[in-house]
Nanobody, 116 residues
Framework: QVQLVESGGGLVQPGGSLRLSCAASGSVFSINAMRWLRQAPGKQRELVAAITSGGTTNYADSVKGRFTISRDNAKNTLSLQMNSLKPEDTAVYYC??????????WGQGTQVTVSS
């Protein structure tokens, strides 16, 4: 059973930076896209950034130029470098791996709070 474990969340002041990581445990043979999503209180979960197995990336307009998604295919890890953080970035962030056959796995979520 593949499990995803996230790390790197926390409290940061506006304008600060955080780096989120997501690591897979268990037998992982193939991963297609990897994604970061977030959910703020009272709001729906939204896509933040995604990266394909070939390295193509896409970002939500709200984070373009500030966030960078990356992956290590050899280690099946996913990262999200978040710079110039804003209070509206406050949310629980989830990693999500998409695998062949329509299977997917979610991380447990990590809290990011941007506040002075």
């Amino acid at each position: 059973q593949v499990q995803l474990v996230e790390s790197g969340g926390g409290l940061v002041q506006p304008g600060g930076s955080l780096r989120l990581s997501c690591a897979a445990s268990g037998s992982v043979f193939s991963i297609n896209a990897m994604r970061w999503l977030r959910q703020a209180p009272g709001k729906q979960r939204e896509l933040v950034a995604a990266i394909t197995s070939g390295g193509t990336t896409n970002y939500a307009d709200s984070v373009k130029g500030r966030f960078t998604i990356s992956r290590d295919n050899a280690k099946n890890t996913l990262s999200l470098q978040m710079n110039s953080l804003k209070p509206e970035d406050t949310a629980v962030y989830y990693c999500h791996y998409l695998m062949p056959g329509g299977r997917s796995r979610w991380g447990q979520g990590t809290q990011v709070t941007v506040s002075s």
